[in-house]
Every structure is written in structure tokens, then in C-alpha cells.
């Protein structure tokens, strides 16, 4: 397994995606890291990664340079032959994902760690940027969004297609964020290097000093705090970014008392001295500095955008403040200054919501299943990573392209049903596309002789059917014709294709088979399965999945019904045999 991950510098290799790469090279694979040069590469090789200079690789908008990094990367992929291309936006997600996939790269991969346009954005600015996502969106097999509100945005306007674009979310170095880690002692060791008494309210940010970070708002904050609040300012200097901050702006913050300790590698400590974490910024996709804040339980408090929404509980962990307001800052700073008791218990739900939603080893899994997913609808299984070791008997795992004649005999056993009815060799191909769509879930449970149960669900069933005629219809007509020429058979075939997701207004996701072998019946595999299937629909943040049973199947209904699925009414997929709808919901 030969993996390369491309940014523009080196700084996001290291701080951004050094673990997905450390996990390659756990894999006895290949890691490459490749971008622009710079003072973080002798980290990123010491973690086993090969590291690849990208020439004309910047930070700043230029054409000239970024046509002369795309030629580069031609040349560097050509040379190194990378089984994935996992690329970063802004800049190397575009380019990088046309040059991947135009050189021959057999699995291309994108995140998208924050659109570089909202909504809220002037209309030139987004038909611009969004332009660009949905070019350069059709060149990869797979995407990855950060953040919620970006995924329902490319999907919603089908920016990027829906099947191929799940939620990543992020996170962070759960152990080396601990506040725990550091005694009282050490706090106050810290707290009097960066020149705080034991009275001081210690109020820290960390961000690239530039003026889409909010520091001008929180300069203009800072002035109204008074002498017992001590103001950090932790992050580089971003001279080639248009909105650096002006030197006549930081020597006159620095005048008003705010310190100004550049970049640092133990922010960790830094944290640790730290009474509030503040972030006013004016952008972000899920921002790093915020979560790493919010598990060294700190109280945050951040502007009201996107990216701060999914880690500031509003109230809860910290407060959230309109954009550009400093009066708003400055007032829910001293709200949670002056109020120890109010700092404790903030930080303390701060820590629990990170330990639930920022742990950077989820983040890492849900990329190597990415690749796998991926890599089998496109056959490149023996080039991915190992599934997971498997657990307690039965094992319960994601199926694989040879498990779709198992699956499909399994399906057949099944009393109940019409899609039995046009016999294995059409499960068999029903279940190879399943499994092959990346917006599908197939868990099969397996003992020494192989599959012995299953689960299979889609995020959208209609989205499924269409990759399944397209993919398969012929062979599966082929196989099914001699059951298709009876008028009944014919006439529920219709029927289901007529059925799809339900029609307008349905519910996309849906649960479609769980089936078991007799000797596994009331032996809770069942269940099991079907509580490995509720992670999946978390991972991938759906709403709410539908499954559709016949009305007199009783022990169906009691299984789903016993898995959180509520009764949401009558229907007919087939002419008079009334069916029952269940909703499981987040």
C-alpha cells in the first residue's frame, strides 16, 4: 500500500494529517508527504514518512505558481506511483485531484477542510469557489468533509456526488490534550513563565496572525478587559497572506499588554496556563486549535460560524459571539472570567464533548475505510489497507467483493419477500453492487467457514437502484429473465423499481435485508449486527433510516423494533401486501 498526502506546506503535513500518514507506516505501507518544504520536514520523516519537495507550492494566489506545482506533481506521481492520492484543499484539492486522476493514480481522495465560500459570501465569490469543487470533484473516488454544514451544502447542490461524499469530522491527540497531564504545580510553573500571577485570568488564542483569525477584533476587546485579564496571542507570522496583520497593529497590541509568544510546539503546555481559550474568527472548516482547547478542558469562546458551531456548545462549553463584534467579545469573556465556578464546570463538559466527538483515532479509521470502500467498488482491494483483526466469535466485519455469493444465498433462505423470488444469480449481482456503491453498508457476521449473517443498508436507495441498473441491470436481467416471463413475478419487479427510495418526501436511507443462517437464530447476532449498522449510520451522520416489513412479520418487526426503530406507518411496495414503515432516528 503506497499512500501520498498532498498540502501546500509542510506545516499541514505535520499539524494537519501526520497521523493519517503515521497509520500508513503502521500498515508496513508507504507514506508520502508531499508539499511545499519547510522547518517541520525533519517531524514528518522522523514519523517514517517520505517526504517529496513540491516545487512552486504557496500559500498566496498565483497562477504562474500554481500551474508550476501542478506540472511538478505530474512528474512526482509518475515517479512514485501512489496506489492513493489523498489531496487537501484549497489549492492542491483542485489541481491535485485533476493531476491524480490524469496521471493515472488508482484511487484519488479529497477532504475538504473547510469551503473557502459560505453561504453568507457575496454570489461571485461562491459560484466561483464552488465552480472549482464541482470541476474538480469529478475527478476523485472519494470525498471527505470536515464539517456538517459544508457536506449538506456540496451535496445539497450536488457540488460533489452524494455517494461518494461522507462526513470526516476531526479530531485531536486525546492523550496529549489532558489537562490531566499537568499538575497544579506545573500550571503555576507555566502561568509564571508567560508572566501570570495566580489572579490573572489567562486568555489565549492560537491562529496564523491574520486578520481572518479575529485578532483585530480581539485587539479591540482586550482594551476593555482591565489589568487582572492577560491576553495570549500563540501562531505565526503569514507575511505573503493579503490580511496579515499590519506591524503598526501588533506593536500597538503589544503596547496594550497582549503577549506575543509566535509559533510554538508545546501548546499543549500553553493551554495548560490558560483560563479561556478565545477564537474570533471570521472562517473556519472544524478548527483544530478550538477542539485541542476544548479537550484540555477550557471554556471557549468563538464566533458563531461554521466550523465553531461543532465545537462550542453555546451556554454548555463556552459561548458563541456574533462575527466582528468586539463588544460581544469582550462581554462573554469577562462573563466566564469573573465566574471561577462557571470556568469549572464549562471546561469540564468541555473535555467530555471531546473525549464523544474530537478523538483523532475515529478520524484516522474513518479515512483507511474510506480507502477501502472506495477501492473495492473500483477492485483494488489487495492495494488498501487490512480490515481491522477480527473480534469475538462471530466476527462480525465489512463484506467483501467475494462475499456477495454468501450474502446472496443467505438472502435466498429467507421465507418472506420478493426479491428471493428471482433467485440467487440476481442476489448475487444485487449484492456485488451493493457492496461495490461506497453509499452502501454491507456487515456480514462470519464464522471459521465464512459468512453466516448479514445487514445491508444504503444512505439513498433510489441513488443505489440507479447504480445498479447502470452497473448491472444487464447481467442481473439475464439471470432473472426465466422468472421474469411469469405476469406476477413481472409485475412486483416493476413494482420495486417503481419503489425506489419511496417517492418524494421519503426517507433516502434505508435498511434493506438482515438475514441469518437457522443455527444463528435467537442467539443475539441479530442484534448485533444491527448495532454495528447504527454506527454506520452515525458515521456517515444520517438523520434518520427507514426499513419497510411485511405486516405479518412478526419477528422482523420485533428485531427492528428491539434496534430503536419506531413505527411510522402503513404502505404497499406491492399490490394488496400491506407493509409497515419503521423510522430509526439520531
Known amino acids: 500500500m503506497r499512500v501520498a498526502h498532498l498540502t501546500t506546506v509542510d506545516m499541514s503535513l505535520r499539524f494537519l494529517v501526520l497521523p493519517q500518514l503515521r497509520s500508513v507506516v503502521e500498515l508496513d505501507g508507504e507514506a508520502y508527504g508531499i508539499s511545499a518544504p519547510g522547518p517541520f520536514v525533519d517531524e514528518v520523516v522522523a514519523a517514517g514518512v517520505r517526504f517529496v519537495p513540491l516545487e512552486g507550492s504557496t500559500r498566496g494566489w498565483s497562477l504562474g505558481d500554481d500551474l508550476r506545482a501542478a506540472r511538478a506533481l505530474w512528474g512526482i506521481l509518475r515517479q512514485i506511483r501512489p496506489d492513493v492520492l489523498h489531496t487537501h484543499n484549497p489549492k492542491p484539492g483542485v489541481y491535485g485531484r485533476i493531476v491524480g486522476r490524469l496521471a493515472g493514480v488508482p484511487l484519488v481522495v479529497n477532504t475538504v477542510h473547510g469551503l473557502y465560500a459560505t453561504e453568507d459570501d457575496r454570489p461571485t465569490k461562491r459560484l466561483g469557489v464552488y465552480l472549482l469543487e464541482a470541476i474538480a470533484s469529478r475527478f476523485s473516488d472519494a470525498e471527505l468533509v470536515q464539517n456538517p454544514e459544508d457536506l449538506a451544502l456540496l451535496t445539497r447542490w450536488r457540488i460533489s456526488a452524494p455517494e461518494k461524499t461522507s462526513l470526516l469530522g476531526n479530531g485531536v491527540d486525546l492523550e496529549r490534550f489532558n489537562s490531566e497531564r499537568f499538575t497544579a504545580e506545573e500550571r503555576a510553573l507555566i502561568r509564571e513563565e508567560i508572566g501570570a500571577g495566580p489572579d490573572h485570568v489567562v486568555v489565549g488564542v492560537v491562529g496564523r496572525l491574520v486578520a481572518e483569525?479575529?485578532?483585530?477584533?480581539?485587539?479591540?476587546?482586550?482594551?476593555?478587559?482591565?489589568?487582572?485579564?492577560?491576553?495570549?496571542?500563540?501562531?505565526?507570522?503569514?507575511?505573503?497572506?493579503?490580511?496579515?496583520?499590519?506591524?503598526?497593529?501588533?506593536?500597538?497590541?503589544?503596547?496594550?499588554?497582549?503577549?506575543?509568544?509566535?509559533?510554538?510546539?508545546d501548546v499543549d503546555r500553553l493551554y495548560a496556563a490558560m483560563d479561556i481559550f478565545v477564537l474570533p474568527s471570521h472562517r473556519e472548516g472544524f478548527p483544530r486549535s478550538a477542539m485541542e482547547a476544548a479537550a484540555m478542558g477550557l471554556p471557549v469562546v468563538a464566533t458563531d460560524i461554521r466550523g465553531c458551531r461543532q465545537v462550542v456548545a453555546d451556554g454548555e462549553t463556552g459561548a458563541l459571539v456574533p462575527v466582528e463584534d468586539p463588544d460581544a467579545l469582550r462581554a462573554a469573556?469577562?462573563?466566564?472570567?469573573?465566574?471561577?465556578?462557571?470556568?469549572?464546570?464549562?471546561?469540564?463538559?468541555?473535555?467530555?464533548?471531546?473525549?464523544?466527538?474530537?478523538?483523532?483515532?475515529?478520524?484516522?479509521?474513518?479515512?483507511?475505510?474510506?480507502?477501502?470502500?472506495?477501492?473495492?467498488?473500483?477492485?483494488?482491494?489487495?492495494?488498501?489497507?487490512?480490515?481491522?483483526?477480527?473480534g469475538p466469535f462471530p466476527q462480525i466485519r465489512g463484506a467483501r467483493p467475494e462475499d456477495a455469493a454468501a450474502v446472496a444465498g443467505l438472502h435466498a433462505e429467507i421465507a418472506t419477500g420478493f426479491l428471493p423470488r428471482l433467485g440467487v444469480g440476481f442476489l448475487r449481482h444485487l449484492y456485488r453492487a451493493l457492496i461495490e456503491w461506497p453509499g452502501a453498508d454491507v456487515l456480514v457476521a462470519e464464522d471459521q467457514a465464512g459468512p453466516v449473517g448479514f445487514v445491508a443498508a444504503t444512505a439513498d436507495t433510489s441513488a443505489f437502484y440507479r447504480f445498479?441498473?447502470?452497473?448491472?441491470?444487464?447481467?442481473?436481467?439475464?439471470?432473472?429473465?426465466?422468472?421474469?416471463?411469469?405476469?406476477?413475478?413481472?409485475?412486483?419487479a416493476v413494482e420495486t423499481l417503481r419503489y425506489g427510495g419511496g417517492g418524494a418526501g421519503a426517507v433516502p436511507a434505508e435498511l434493506l435485508a438482515v438475514a441469518l443462517s437457522t443455527e444463528l437464530r435467537g442467539r443475539g447476532v441479530g442484534g448485533r449486527l444491527l448495532a454495528e449498522m447504527e454506527a454506520c449510520y452515525r458515521s456517515r451522520r444520517l438523520p434518520s433510516v427507514r426499513v419497510v416489513v411485511g405486516a405479518d412479520n412478526a419477528a422482523s418487526l420485533a428485531l427492528f423494533r428491539s434496534a430503536g426503530f419506531v413505527d411510522a406507518g402503513e404502505m404497499a411496495v406491492h399490490a394488496g401486501e400491506p407493509s409497515l414503515e419503521l423510522v430509526w432516528s439520531e
Open 213 to 265: 483569525k479575529g485578532y483585530p477584533e480581539l485587539f479591540a476587546a482586550a482594551e476593555g478587559l482591565g489589568d487582572r485579564y492577560l491576553v495570549l496571542a500563540i501562531g505565526p507570522d503569514e507575511p505573503d497572506k493579503p490580511d496579515a496583520l499590519p506591524r503598526e497593529m501588533v506593536a500597538a497590541a503589544e503596547s496594550a499588554g497582549v503577549r506575543f509568544l509566535g509559533m510554538r510546539d
Open 333 to 390: 469573556i469577562t462573563a466566564i472570567g469573573e465566574s471561577a465556578e462557571a470556568r469549572r464546570e464549562m471546561g469540564v463538559k468541555a473535555r467530555l464533548k471531546a473525549e464523544a466527538e474530537f478523538d483523532e483515532r475515529r478520524v484516522v479509521e474513518i479515512v483507511l475505510d474510506t480507502y477501502r470502500r472506495a477501492g473495492r467498488s473500483k477492485g483494488l482491494a489487495r492495494l488498501l489497507p487490512p480490515a481491522p483483526p477480527a
Open 468 to 492: 445498479f441498473l447502470r452497473r448491472h441491470g444487464l447481467p442481473a436481467l439475464l439471470v432473472a429473465l426465466p422468472r421474469l416471463v411469469r405476469p406476477s413475478v413481472l409485475r412486483r
